[in-house]
């Protein structure tokens, strides 16, 4: 009981103080707004009715809506297929030697040229370019991660398993599961941000709509109030992930490891 109460306490400290941190950052802004002109810093208020302007007229809802379609899209294609890469190249030294290098490859190249890329293949496409771009920068953050935890597998648990005929789905279970779920957690919080950033960054350079769509026509068009309230959109939204989603799941997942030892 005294633990639980302790805990409580300390999330309460935690959400106080990161209330104050907020509010901190909001009067800080509010008085620099005070000394610049609202084309180069708008204040809190005026971000904050250019937000109730976007949600009234629906371009909220309707950009926001789409640019979370796109990024599930091409992050569930990212997931699915590095996993099943990284299980293929861990079972072979010669797709080892292949598909490393051009992995590396992958993640050297900017995405800026991946972008670009994207735009001369496949023109100023609604899905396509953002899609593409997403898949392209996560894809190699997700096969890193769980081919590293495919690598940190103790081979030898799995041949003394084989050797006592133990069931394929008690081997998965019990050795190759908790091996591979914490570096499985690891890439969907870390390509998460890389998704999100690849998304924008596309739908500014190479779509018709979406946030990034959005926010390059208020650059265009200078309405410096609705870059701001687009950037809190974004900073809700990845809070949202970040707490609503992938912390409780990496709770859940170093609670199931502990159970399991």
């Known amino acids: ?36 002109h609202s084309l ?27 640019t979370f379609r796109r990024t599930v899209t091409g992050y569930a294609a990212a997931l699915l297929l590095g996993l099943v890469t990284a299980l293929l190249v861990s079972a072979s030294r010669f797709l080892q030697s292949l598909i490393r290098p051009l992995i590396t490859v992958a993640q050297v190249i900017p995405p800026v040229i991946w972008v670009v890329l994207a735009v001369v293949w496949f023109g100023i496409a609604d899905d396509i370019t953002p899609i593409f771009l997403i898949f392209i920068v996560t894809f190699p953050v997700v096969f890193v991660s769980l081919f590293s935890g495919l690598q940190s597998i103790d081979l030898r648990l799995v041949e003394m398993a084989v050797l006592y005929r133990c069931p394929k789905a008690k081997i998965i279970a019990d050795i190759y599961l908790p091996a591979l779920v914490s570096h499985f957690v690891s890439a969907i919080s870390l390509g998460l941000s890389f998704a999100w950033k690849s998304t924008i960054f596309a739908e500014f350079i190479g779509s018709s709509s979406g946030i990034g769509f959005a926010i390059s026509m208020a650059n265009a068009n200078l309405e410096t109030e609705k870059l701001f309230a687009w950037a809190i959109v974004l900073i809700v939204l990845m809070f949202g992930f970040e707490y609503g989603i992938l912390s409780p799941l990496t709770k859940r997942v170093t609670r199931w490891k502990q159970d399991g030892k």
């Open 1 to 36: 009981m005294k633990t639980s109460t302790s805990k409580a306490n300390a999330a309460f400290q935690k959400g106080l103080i990161g209330a104050a941190g907020i509010l901190a950052v909001l009067i800080l802004w509010h008085s620099l707004s005070e000394n610049y």
């Open 40 to 66: 180069i810093l708008p204040s809190p208020k005026e971000a904050y009715a250019a937000l109730q302007g976007m949600w009234q007229s629906g371009q909220l809802r309707r950009h926001t809506i789409i």
